[in-house]
């Protein structure tokens, strides 16, 4: 069975710039997660979506903005990029919405550079 | 809240040593905890997790850990270190139970370990 599979793997932006990334969970997963990862750092937690509805929100600008698509495939965007958003974002999904319902399972990343 | 510190951002040990990392929580509810592992140019993957039942967890690839609420600690331990699990290590809480409304986890900064031959 095919893991998280996230799109692209890697991408260079300017500042000002907009990106959208793409995350396809685990088939029968509901729940989609994104998290910010910084080089040298642990990830941060942006955003989770649970059937279709935005279920926690880190502490991320309104640049940040996610959603879920009835496939339970889902994006990510990022407006007016800034030197900072420079970053691994990591997608990660489970079967259901909190972490007693079983094991969060992550994909290998998008890689942002912003010039 | 919840948050994590793990102890030593690099680690590094002998093929065939004791692995010992080491994490301590803070957490307003009993909580949930995790250790995961990331290899270079790759995601994170699972290798045990703590929920309120065996306060002592085995994992994947040989790894266990011990939740102490009197120490706030669940340091992650391997009897003996090979080569492949040179890696960094995260430690990272979640809530638990009617607190546990999402799947948010809070990250430690990570523990790099290496291993020597």
């Known amino acids: 069975d095919a893991g998280v599979t996230q799109s692209p793997t890697h991408l260079i932006k300017t500042r000002g710039q907009h990106v959208t990334l793409r995350c396809s969970p685990i088939?029968?997963?509901?729940?989609v997660s994104w998290y910010q990862q910084v080089l040298g750092q642990g990830p941060q937690f942006i955003f989770q979506?649970?059937?279709?509805?935005e279920r926690g929100r880190g502490n991320f600008p309104d640049r940040f903005s996610a959603r879920q698509f009835p496939n339970y495939s889902s994006e990510l965007n990022v407006n007016a990029l800034l030197l900072g958003d420079s970053a691994l974002y990591l997608c990660?999904?489970?079967w259901g919405q909190g972490a007693n319902t079983g094991e969060l399972f992550f994909g290998e990343g998008s890689r942002l550079t912003v010039l | 809240a919840q948050s994590v510190t793990q102890l030593g951002s690099h680690v590094s040990v002998s093929e065939g040593a004791l692995v010992l990392l080491r994490c301590n929580y803070s957490?307003?509810?009993?909580?949930?905890l995790f250790w995961y592992v990331q290899y270079p140019n790759q995601g994170l993957q699972l290798l045990l997790k703590?929920?309120?039942?065996?306060?002592l967890v085995k994992g994947i690839n040989g790894f266990e850990a011990e939740f102490k609420k009197s120490e706030t600690s669940f340091h992650l331990t391997k009897p003996s270190a090979h080569m492949s699990d040179a890696a960094e290590y995260f430690c990272?809480?979640?809530?638990?139970?009617?607190?546990?409304?999402?799947?948010?986890?809070?990250f430690g900064k990570g523990t790099l370990l290496t291993v020597n031959p």
């Open positions: 979506y649970y059937e279709k509805e």
């Open positions: 990660a999904s489970s």
């Open positions: 957490s307003s509810v009993p909580p949930y």
């Open positions: 990272a809480v979640s809530a638990s139970g009617s607190g546990g409304s999402n799947y948010k986890l809070t």
């Open positions: 088939s029968g997963h509901k729940s």
């Open positions: 703590y929920t309120s039942a065996a306060t």
